[in-house]
């Protein structure tokens, strides 16, 4: 368990819907990103927060969105659901912003768009 | 653009055998390079490597990196079940704090 703790674990909606992802970082940890994975694409970077500021933004779509509140915990938001966006998206947390931390992640939350 | 590459993508031994996972990077600014080892579900981390630690190593995973090939190896040992997973390896891209992975390699052990 690496601390760090995401909702729902599974989700299931259908296309057109909106859906918000949950993340708890660990304790202490400042940093958030996010990220999807989906069996032809590997695990893609979306983006990350630190300390309630987005820090770092990597392909994330128009239709997606994200925010990291005061008490540290960050939320993924997605709209006009389709079928492509079916995959499991972590979180990962770690204490600070840099590239010499090692990033903890989440269980995931698994998606399907039907 | 900076970019990860695996090989092999898929790996079947049995158990007992050495296995050497390739990870080699493009990056403009290179400053880590880290490996993970997902199973089932999230990524838990193995190793980070730096230009100040280019070797490390746990029981039976051992990594190495070189700066001037532009890659890392992770060496599993007598391979177990359990060491099967998808082993993924990252770095941060050259401006941001934006991490690029590989697309992994899948290592099945059989028993």
């Known amino acids: 368990d690496s601390g760090v703790t995401q909702t729902p674990k599974h989700l299931i909606t259908a296309t057109g819907q909106r859906v918000t992802l949950r993340c708890s970082p660990r304790s202490g940890d400042l940093s958030v990103y996010w990220y999807q994975q989906s069996l032809d694409q590997g695990l893609q970077f979306l983006i990350q927060y630190y300390n309630g500021e987005e820090r770092a933004k990597g392909n994330i779509l128009e239709r997606f969105s994200a925010q990291q509140f005061p008490d540290l915990h960050s939320e993924l938001n997605l709209s006009s659901l389709e079928l492509g966006d079916s995959a499991l998206y972590f979180c990962a947390s770690s204490v600070v912003a840099g590239t010499y931390n090692e990033q903890f992640f989440g269980p995931g939350t698994r998606l399907t768009v039907l | 653009e900076d970019k990860v590459v695996q090989s092999p993508l898929s790996l079947v031994v049995h158990e007992g055998d050495t296995v050497t996972l390739n990870c080699s990077y493009e990056?403009?600014?290179?400053?880590?390079l880290l490996w993970y080892k997902q199973e089932k579900k999230a990524p838990t981390f193995l190793f980070m490597l730096?230009?100040?630690?280019i070797e490390k190593k746990s029981g039976r995973l051992s990594s190495i990196l070189d700066k001037k090939e532009l890659f890392s190896i992770l060496n599993i040992t007598a391979t177990q079940t359990g060491d099967s997973a998808i082993y993924l390896c990252a770095v941060p891209d050259s401006g941001t704090y934006k991490y690029i992975f590989g697309t992994g390699t899948r290592l099945k052990v059989l028993a």
């Open positions: 730096t230009s100040s630690g």
């Open positions: 990056v403009t600014n290179f400053r880590s």
